[in-house]
């Protein structure tokens, strides 16, 4: 079932006692249950005296009842029915207080937040200073705006469990081939089923993986451990040697109580549990055990005096007991229940809680020891928590392992499910091409984090190239191949726990022929460079810096108007218009070099400029005479147009290299 029921037939604490005299045997009988923590046996003797209340002299003593019953469907996690039972109680009129609180509760831990919130809100109209509800509150309308999503990925280990309660996953050891979890199902130790839950009582069962690495059906544990009490919740010792476990001190007519035991293994056999005694307190229930890594510490959850209500997590030294025994402090401990501690190192614990804002029931946190000597906790989010309970995780490798939870069974069963947090597919891909758009054969792409890493990556057939990347690192990539300049780029990746995609894209200019600067614009008819040219000339300045050792010539060209000494005259001035703002932004003046064509060098069509303007074919020349004899004034606007053109040229290769 959950926590407050098996589990918490393993930490069972006294809930509120029946008040008033007793009405009749039944209800006598009923009373008795409930407050020896019988909830299952309860309930059906609620529902048969409520069923037969039908006068109007006894509405008080259906209301009363159907608290009540409310109360036991609650411990069963029976979340619908208990919200139902109490709002079938306050309609009846019956007068405790907490009635919207409960409310509010149950209905939170049926996923029905919005009516939740207004439950919440009705009782701190009342009490505005109730810390538990202030804070369940909070959790409702977090859950209500979906707040805390992360990528864990949760699915049911279907292979775990059975047609009743598993839960309370661990593993042995460090080498993760042996899972040990608590159960109820039909095989389990005894022919009595429970007064608490109506299922059979709680053994140990454990799971081991075959030499592929599977995990093979679980099976009882070996040895004595296994008895007709309730034993479960289980805990080891840093080598695996020693098992801490819960069981339910069960005595007929009597309350619920818990201790702590300690088991020892021999070969694949657990000898008989015995009591692990950490006070005096004989009152108080212990139970819920975890070991620290370094196996200095036992941390369990108790009702014992002195806490900050409900069950707290408490610590005591195993290596010197006497005196070492202390709570955890107000960073954890809530007036709620804070159960289920898990170390995932011995300065990180996990426990289970519904005194922290969550999304209903148990919720999972991790706790994180500062240097002060407190604790920073977190929600571990959607959906490793759900509406219902959530407990009792165990980490294998890196973020992934198994934790139980009664999400989805609507008879209030747990159920272990596996987790995984799966890396981020951060991906930065894009084409190494040259100034025509076509694949550079060879190109070899590097890229550099200010994380250290380093990655070389020759560029596929199509020019195409992709790396993986992590979040928030910057990187600078550059692009080369033989017969072209290096291109650099920066790139910083985005800090957002999602997948992505970037896509960056060289465009290479080739050594061996003129390379096209697009949009540098002149005023009509005269050298001057217009603004919008800046940013074209800026880059041809970085591709210079990032390639030292080439000197170019750069060479302008006009169209078919006008006479040739003018268009030569136009051109050099242009170029060298270029020329000197290269200069003006730290190019050295002995790498360039400035000549203008006028019109005596013809742009040949390429690739991209046919696809660009189909009316003209690959290899065409956009001579004077060619142009005359387009049939369409357009297209020999577009021919001139072509033919204006700033480019450079690769002279050398070597400047200051010797």
Known sequence: ?????????????????????????????????????????????????????????????????????????????????????????????????????????????????????????????????????????????????????????????????????????????????????????????????????????????????????????????????????????????????????????????????????????????????????????????????????????????????????????????????????????????????????????????????DGHPGYGGLDIFRAELTPSGGWTVVNMGSPVNSAADDFGITFGEGESGFFSSNRGDGRGYDHIYSFELPELKILISGWVLDKDEEPVPGAVIRIVGNDGSNQKQVARDDGSFSFPLDRGVSYVMMAGAKGYLNQKQEFTSDIAEEDAEYGVDFILASINKPVVVDNIFYDFDKATLRPESKTALDELAQVLRENPNVTIEMASHTDRKGTDEYNIDLSSRRAQSVIDYLISVGIPAQRLQSQGYGESRPKIITKKLAREYPQFKEGDVLTEEFILALPEESDREAADQINRRTEFQVLSIDYQMF
Not at 62 to 82: D, I, P, S
């Open 1 to 353: 079932m959950n926590t407050r029921t098996i589990a918490g037939a393993l930490l069972a604490l006294a809930i509120l006692a029946p008040s008033g005299a007793c009405r009749g045997p039944k209800l006598a009988t009923a009373n008795e249950q409930l407050e020896r923590g019988e909830y299952n046996d309860a309930a059906k003797t609620y529902r048969k005296i409520y069923n037969k209340l039908t006068k109007k002299e006894e509405r008080e003593l259906r209301g009363e009842v159907a608290y009540k019953m409310g109360l036991c469907h609650m411990e069963l996690n029976q979340f619908a029915r208990a919200a139902a039972a109490f709002q079938n109680a306050r309609r009846y009129g019956y007068g405790d207080s907490t009635i919207s609180f409960q409310i509010a509760r149950m209905l939170h831990a049926d996923g029905k937040y919005a009516p939740a919130v207004k439950e919440y809100e009705e009782f701190l109209s009342h009490k505005p200073d109730d810390e538990l509800a202030l804070t369940g509150l909070a959790g409702a309308r977090m859950a209500l705006d979906k707040k805390g999503q992360t990528r864990y990925e949760v699915r049911q280990a279907r292979l775990f469990n059975s047609r009743r309660a598993d839960f309370s996953p661990v593993y042995l050891d460090k080498s993760l081939d042996q899972l040990y979890f608590t159960t109820t199902n039909e095989k389990a130790t005894g022919t009595r089923h429970s007064e608490i839950t109506g299922m059979k009582k709680a053994d140990i069962w454990f799971a081991t993986k075959d030499e592929k690495g599977q995990w093979k059906r679980p099976e009882p544990v070996e040895g004595e451990l296994n008895s007709d009490a309730e034993e479960g919740i289980v805990a080891f010792s840093p080598d695996g040697s020693t098992m801490y476990l819960t069981k339910a001190r069960r005595e007929p007519n009597s309350n619920t109580g818990v201790e702590i035991y300690t088991s020892q293994r021999s070969d694949a056999k657990w000898s008989a549990p015995v009591k692990f005694d950490i006070t005096s307190d004989t009152l108080s229930n212990y139970g819920h055990p975890a070991v620290s890594p370094n196996g200095q510490w036992l941390v369990f959850s108790s009702d014992l005096p002195g806490g900050h209500g409900g069950r707290d997590l408490w610590r005591i030294s195993l290596t010197d007991r006497v005196g070492s025994l202390e709570n955890l402090g107000e960073w954890i401990n809530t007036p709620g229940d804070e159960v289920f501690p898990t170390f995932r190192s011995d300065s990180i614990l996990y426990f289970a809680s």
